[in-house]
């Protein structure tokens, strides 16, 4: 029996992942879907507790958030693509013309 | 659904069809024809405006999840100024940068229209959703310039950061809605105050994802890292249009959050809040004397800035939040005022934004060399400007909370931070010239927005007495 916890948790390992990839990766476009493996950890919550509840809230919720996840993903790719046409690289360490 | 609640959403709603006209009037452009776009968009900030004073209130509830109570209709209020004054100082750095008119001034609507939404909102989710419309247009227009690789650059550490707070806040976001069964702030409120006990821990996991997730969007330290990069590589109106809209949304929103649904909480938050205000001051305002360039410098200084409010937030007495909101006007316009500056100073293909182009400005272009630097003198609280009535009134707050150590570090560090400021005055005024060139004379909107800039800033620091009781009035409605 797969319980409420059994989601939880593999939802916390998913976003410790997606966490992990931003910022070991050394590819923006691994760093790009680090960043959607964090987003869909926290929808994997967001259905489990709505399925626990009995309530189908939690799965309109994960609706408007895909949503975002797609615009998102949009916006950040052309950044990408913009980047790689000026630099011909995808390596973030790559991006240095900025400094603290 | 009544018809009430469309009124309430009312300036969100011009604002953004003011966006589409602006889409739309660049679509259908003839080759070569000249729409005055931001016209459009003044037109819809008009809009925004006066249903924003007709809303003041009336208390109108949206859909359940927008409320136009006073708090947030001044936030609204705060942020058509900014609006008013992005678009009005826009034109011609548009047209000189070479920067895509109709994609601009729609970019700039839209994040307007995400921000007025944010302010208002009463609802996680729609605090996420609002957030998220106001961050991928400012992501964009950071990077507007996409030849240029410090604006990419600037971007692409934006959007990264972005995206990765905004998943914290969803996660929090998620936690909260496994504890209290809604996303509804009042609802999260009541929940967590009956059975904080039943789930503490998961309470304190989701309040700690929120935090991470705003300190982000006000660029609190620990999570400021991007500021500066993406200050420096927008255009300057840009820089200045992000640093004040954005972050007004960002603390009305978490000011919101945090004194509604997570007031039993507050135990738990108020030293982490406590913690963040002290560190962003000092770090803000350490980094900001090291810098020569003049748009990363007004970034640290916009991080010192974000932990001077945060003191009226840890303050959470009413005399904190109405500074909060005061606080909010003040350095929306000075701060708007002096990225514009910078802007107005910049020539084609050269930025002229660093320190050693300031030298002798005063000759050049006096005017603009004493707009700036009484704008600078409000930014480093130096009576009888706005800024000083504003960080006095925050550093009451904490006195009044019996918080004197945030009182004192404020204190100190404003002092450190007129340094800065102040060098950049010297610069102005004593130094020889140096080698920039003349930049073209600015066009009449432009001086008219800086003249009245200037304005509201003697005005709010010699009478600031109607504006003060105003702010304080408008958070009573946030119980």
Known sequence: MVSLNHYLFLSAILFAIGTTGVFLRRNVITVLLSIEIMLNAANLTIVAFGRDFGAVDGQIIVFFVVTVAAAEAAVGLAIVIALFRLRESLDPDAFTSLKW | MSSSSIVAIVPILCVMAAGIAAMLAEAFREPGERIPISGLGLVGLAGAGISTVLLWGRHAT???????????????????????????????????????????????????AGMMLMAMATDLLVIFLALEVMSLAVYVLTAIRRGTEASVEGAFKYFILGGFSSAFFLYGLAFVYGI???????????????????????????????????????????????????????????????????????FAAFVRVMVTAFEPLRAAWLPVIWVMAAITMILGTVVGVAQTNLKRMLAYSSIAHAGYILIGLAASNDV???AILFYLLVYGVTNLGAFAVIGLLATPGRAN????????????????????????LSLGGIPPTAG??????????????????????????????????????????????GDAPSSPEPSRAAVLTLAATLIVTFYLGILPAPMLELAARSVGSLF
């Open chain 2, 62 to 112: 949206g859909f359940g999840v927008v409320a136009a109570d006073t708090f947030g209709l001044f936030v609204v209020m705060i942020l058509v100024v900014i609006g008013a004054m992005t678009m009005l100082l826009s034109p011609r750095m548009v047209e000189r940068d070479q920067l895509p008119g109709g994609e601009y001034y729609a970019l700039t609507l839209f994040a307007l």
């Open chain 2, 388 to 433: 000083f009535v504003g960080k006095w009134y925050i550093f009451n707050a904490a006195v009044r909370s019996g918080d004197y150590g945030l009182a004192i570090i404020g204190v100190l560090t404003s002092v450190v931070s007129i340094f800065f400021y102040l060098r950049v005055i010297v610069m102005m005024y004593m130094a020889e010239p």
């Open chain 2, 353 to 376: 934004d660093d320190l050693a182009s300031m030298a002798g400005l005063s000759n050049r272009h006096p005017a603009l060399a004493a707009v700036f630097a009484v704008l600078l």
């Open chain 2, 320 to 322: 904190g939040r109405g």
């Open chain 2, 180 to 250: 209290a069964h809604t996303t509804k702030l009042d609802g999260v409120g009541s929940a967590l105050a009956g059975e904080a006990a039943s789930h503490p821990t998961l309470a304190l996991v989701a309040v700690g994802l929120l935090l991470v997730g705003f300190g982000f969007k006000v660029s609190a330290v620990p999570f400021h890292m991007w500021t500066p990069d993406a200050y420096e590589g927008a255009p300057a109106i840009v820089a200045g249009f992000m640093s004040t809209g954005v972050k007004a949304a960002a």
